[in-house]
């Protein structure tokens, strides 16, 4: 490893990465208005009207309303028919596709609950619906279970506002999310293999190597070949495992394509 940041550095001009930003999304709840909390105007029996005791979540007796849960936001900015997503309809579509049942049945790539999400994408019309001007916009969930290695794709109609269809796959490994190599970056760093990586940053800048927010990172799905690999990963496929490409910013490429992560696991192995 030491070997190629050498020869490469100050060589590489630098690259650019592409940052996913996942965002979570929470119903708000309408607390009790000021009651109690405020003596003044309107006091211990100041006597108030029935819409000034509404307006401080009291009922006309002075008993504090109960909380109520807000409505869901407002649908915000649409698109139409193979429009982009918008970021209004992408926000809402991971809040129609994050069923209660499945946030509290999964568990994300950091060990949370919840899945991982790794995209949306606007889905492809029906055959019925090609010509139709006004076909439903629709679009595909996609996560990864950690808690099974599953992956779950859902289906969501936009103009409904509901589920239409859920396809949950095993053995399946699509492409690496931003967060997901953040995770790898972040456990490799802090696995014993991981030291020639932080010997070689540490050539290249004079730095130690302490997270993954130091690095500039690309990386790819691993699958395990039989006899290719050491025992502790040969379930990479079934479990979802990545090899990365990182880059020291402004900086070079360190070279560790010979280690593999496995984020189901949480394990380093080394390619012989």
Request: charged share 25%; glycine share 12%.
């Amino acid at each position: 490893m030491r070997r190629t940041v050498h020869r490469h550095l100050g060589k590489v001009v630098a690259g650019a990465a592409i940052a996913v930003a996942g965002t979570a999304v929470m119903i708000g709840i309408t607390l009790p208005g000021s009651a109690g909390a405020d003596d003044t105007g309107g006091g211990k029996g100041g006597g108030g009207t029935a819409e000034q005791a509404a307006e401080q979540g009291q009922a006309p007796d002075g008993a504090v309303r109960p909380g109520v849960v807000e409505q869901a936001p407002a649908q915000g900015e649409k698109g139409t028919g193979r429009d982009p997503l918008t970021d209004d309809e992408m926000k809402r579509v991971e809040r129609i596709a994050v069923s209660r049942q499945l946030f509290n049945s999964s568990e994300n790539v950091e060990g949370a609950r919840g899945p991982q999400r790794l995209g949306i994408d606007l889905t492809e019309p029906e055959t019925s619906e090609l010509d139709d001007p006004n076909a439903p916009r629709r679009a595909d969930v996609t996560f990864y279970d950690y808690k099974d290695d599953t992956l779950v794709t859902r289906t969501v109609n936009l103009d409904t506002g509901t589920v239409e269809h859920t396809g949950v796959q095993h053995d399946v490994q699509p492409p690496i999310s931003r967060a997901e190599m953040t995770e790898a970056a972040d456990l490799l760093i802090a696995d014993p293999l991981g030291a020639g990586l932080k010997a070689d940053y540490k050539d290249a800048t004079g730095k130690g190597l302490t997270s993954s927010g130091q690095l500039i990172l690309n990386s790819m799905v691993y699958r395990a070949t039989p006899g290719a690999q050491p025992a502790v990963l040969d379930a990479c496929g079934v479990h979802r495992c990545v090899r990365l490409f990182p880059k020291v910013k402004n900086g070079p490429w360190i070279d560790s394509r010979d280690l593999v992560i496995d984020l189901s696991a949480r394990k380093v192995g080394k390619l012989g």
